[in-house]
T-cell receptor, first 113, second 113 residues
Framework: DAGITQSPRYKITETGRQVTLMCHQT?????MFWYRQDLGHGLRLIYY???????DKGEVPDGYVVSRSKTENFPLTLESATRSQTSVYFC????????????FGPGTRLTVT | GNSVTQMEGPVTLSEEAFLTINCTYT??????LFWYVQYPGEGLQLLLK?????DKGSNKGFEATYRKETTSFHLEKGSVQVSDSAVYFC????????????FGTGTQLKVEL
């Protein structure tokens, strides 16, 4: 099906482990985003990308790494997971020229023990 | 910097009641304003938007008017249904801010029979 998908949907990992969250969109949107959602904070932008091979930091980038070698994929890596990174992570995409509307994936619930 | 302030929830209403969720913003220039809705277990979906002062966005019986003089974008619905139970996020995209959105903390709405 066309759209934006995230995997895994649920993940439990231990402190110090590396974790990669995947995001894939089928619209060839230029822009892609990673947010984290925490109670009392709403959504906070971690990283975003305006095109393949172009990424930039958002509001809360520390502890995260992104890459975008292909337009349709935007993986988010936690290099050494910490308990404070327990959260729900949302990926989003946007066409970016004619429309700035962001389309969100279903989210990944990550628990770091 | 940009910021969005929403009323805290949860807001609990009876079916067919009138809904108002307040949203005010701080931004330079002339931002575009959005309301997103998040149903349980899902990602965010765009509910409505307004791109300039005095514009009214509307969708599914919800409305919000872009008031520059009061820097507000309050969400209203005349008669809520149980199916409207969700979390509602106000957001802005500032001029010159690329394609990034700044979100409020979200307001949970519960509608009871």
């Amino acid at each position: 099906d066309a759209g934006i998908t995230q995997s895994p949907r649920y993940k439990i990992t231990e402190t110090g482990r590396q974790v990669t969250l995947m995001c894939h969109q089928t619209w060839s949107h230029s822009y892609m985003f990673w947010y984290r959602q925490d109670l009392g904070h709403g959504l906070r932008l971690i990283y975003y990308s305006a095109a393949a091979d172009i990424t930039d930091k958002g509001e809360v980038p520390d502890g995260y790494v992104v890459s975008r070698s292909k337009t349709e994929n935007f993986p988010l890596t936690l290099e050494s997971a910490t308990r404070s990174q327990t959260s729900v992570y949302f990926c989003a995409s946007s066409e970016g020229r004619r429309s700035y509307e962001q389309y969100f994936g279903p989210g990944t619930r990550l628990t770091v023990t | 910097g940009n910021s969005v302030t929403q009323m805290e929830g949860p807001v609990t209403l009876s079916e067919e009641a009138f809904l108002t969720i307040n949203c005010t913003y701080t931004a330079t220039g002339y931002p575009s304003l959005f309301w997103y809705v998040q149903y349980p277990g899902e990602g965010l979906q765009l509910l409505l938007k307004a791109t300039k002062a005095d514009d009214k966005g509307s969708n599914k019986g919800f409305e919000a008017t872009y008031r520059k003089e009061t820097t507000s974008f309050h969400l209203e619905k005349g008669s809520v249904q149980v199916s409207d139970s969700a979390v509602y996020f106000c957001a802005l995209r500032s001029t010159g801010g690329g394609n990034k959105l700044t979100f409020g903390t979200g307001t949970q709405l519960k509608v009871e029979l």
